[in-house]
């Protein structure tokens, strides 16, 4: 496969994935953190801070609003519900030797 190809395979994979994030607003970014080490705000700074390696000013509200579709703050207000305890804890647990 040539890097174009898979360049292009990648980006499509990516597109899809933020797709399906999107349809899932049932799934909270506490959940994803704590199952998979990652969420959607990760993937929108890694968004940005891919802009801003090229040369291209982004800031992270920016980067979160291409990646969510809408300004953050329209999204949580929408979408995000408020972490139980036990998420919290589990959070607390699956990112204890993250620091």
């Not at 040539?2 to 399906?20: G, I, S």
């Not at 300004?71 to 995000?80: G, I, L, N, S, V």
Request: with cysteine.
């Amino acid at each position: 496969m040539d890097a174009q190809t898979q360049l292009e395979l990648e980006a499509a994979a990516f597109r899809r994935l933020r797709d399906h994030l999107a349809k899932r607003t049932d799934v909270q970014n506490i959940d994803m953190m704590n199952l998979t080490g990652f969420c959607r705000n990760c993937l929108s700074r890694w968004y940005q801070e891919a802009a801003n390696e090229r040369g291209i000013e982004m800031s992270k509200d920016e980067g979160r609003e291409a990646f969510y579709g809408m300004p953050f703050a329209e999204w949580r207000a929408k979408y995000q519900a408020d972490a139980s305890d036990a998420q919290k804890a589990a959070f607390e647990v699956s990112h204890k030797d993250a620091s």
